[in-house]
């Protein structure tokens, strides 16, 4: 082990005057998004492995995502559920919900997501009753991601007893969020802000990007990965960009893409890099190992996410009959599957690689 600590310090610090989230400067996390070396990068999962044991365990969290409605008032240029596209809409009846919402506490997992398109057909009173219902009766943790709601509903949900709130930055070039974000209802969108806003009313905030946006630079990645440590987030999601064909940022990914060489690529290594660094950087923080990363390596995608760093698994709730329409980038890994069948697959995807399932709802370890 000392051998491997040497490694370690030889590798890091390849200058850089800033200050050191956890050793690491800002030129340090550039460089390892840069790095190709698979010896080198074999080093970055042993570290980020190693931290991920010390700081959370070996539990894996499992969050069952229930996706409320594919209704979206956006029209974020990357995703398939962008309001102006011309799709069937589905919203889950309030029964609908109950019944994900008790599976899940059948196949024993300490928290439920309620996710959604920005939905204003889902009313404050409506995600209330959801999640005093929650509380009532079940063990349940309970974690939002419904978008940029107003004060007062998060004000309410929080209230009422919603413990997380998920909203991802996307990447931290404001410019390119701009142009793939657009405003919308004539209300600026500062999801940074909304980070800081949900902290301040007590929930636990999640954030996180999508890796290899047509746009993404290097640099914009590791000034991602530094605002996750800046922002002192609860959690932090990360998967691979993945191109949607019926959307105007896959089709027209050149016009937004940088020179090769400079772009980011939307591969699995690359997400497992930030998932590591994060890891490094943020220590106990808890990381889900996405669909998306399991989407773009259906081999072993989610494995290698769990390997490099991440402690969290979301296995899908939504009845299968409504997942296709959550369509918000194709050939989305274990769509098909009913959760008693994702169920099976990662309790023996788990032991494979020496890791439990979570007991509980898992929330940060302080
Ligand atoms: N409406 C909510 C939930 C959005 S879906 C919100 O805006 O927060 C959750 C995440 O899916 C998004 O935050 C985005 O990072 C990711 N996503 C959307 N389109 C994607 C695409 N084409 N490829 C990969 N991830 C995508």
């Not at 960009?241 to 089709?251: I, M, V």
């Amino acid at each position: 082990m000392q051998a491997a600590g040497a490694v370690w310090k030889l590798l890091r610090g390849k200058g850089g005057a800033e200050p050191e989230p956890k050793g690491l400067t800002r030129n340090d996390v550039l460089s390892w998004l840069k790095e190709e070396e698979e010896w080198k990068l074999d080093f970055l999962w042993t570290e980020a492995d190693r931290v991920r044991h010390e700081q959370v365990g070996d539990e894996v969290h499992l969050r069952g995502l229930i996706e409320l409605s594919n209704y979206c008032r956006r029209d974020c240029l990357y995703c398939g559920i962008r309001g102006s596209r011309r799709i069937e809409r589905y919203r889950l009846s309030e029964l609908e919900v109950e019944e994900c919402v008790r599976l899940g506490v059948r196949l024993g997992y300490g928290t439920v997501v309620l996710q959604a398109g920005e939905d204003p057909g889902l009313s404050r009173e409506r995600i209330t009753r959801h999640v005093r219902f929650i509380k009532a009766e079940t063990p349940l943790a309970v974690t939002l991601s419904l978008g940029e709601r107003s004060d007062a509903e998060l004000a309410e949900w929080r209230e009422a007893g919603a413990d997380r709130y998920l909203l991802r930055h996307e990447t931290a070039d404001m410019a390119l969020l701009r142009r793939i974000h657009p405003d919308c209802g004539g209300e600026r969108s500062d999801r940074v802000e909304f980070l800081r806003k949900l902290k301040r009313l007590g929930y636990e905030a999640g954030s996180g990007v999508m890796v290899g946006i047509p746009g993404q630079s290097y640099e914009t990645l590791a000034n991602d990965v530094l605002l996750f440590h800046e922002l002192d987030l609860e959690m932090v999601g990360v998967g691979p960009y993945l191109a949607h064909p019926d959307t105007p940022l896959g089709r027209d990914a050149a016009s937004f893409s940088l020179p090769a060489g400079e772009q980011v690529p939307a591969t699995d290594v690359m997400t497992t890099k930030v998932i590591a660094l994060t890891r490094l950087v943020c220590q106990n923080v808890n990381i889900p190992s996405t669909t998306a990363l399991a989407t773009v390596n259906t081999e072993n995608g989610r494995e290698l996410g769990l390997e490099r760093g991440a402690n969290v698994w979301m296995p899908n709730l939504t009845p299968v009959k409504y997942r296709a329409l959550y369509d918000i980038y194709p050939d989305k890994a274990c769509a098909g599957d009913t959760a008693e069948a994702c169920q099976a697959c990662l309790l023996r995807r788990l032991a494979s690689i020496g890791r439990v399932p979570g007991k509980g709802p898992g929330g940060q370890r302080k």
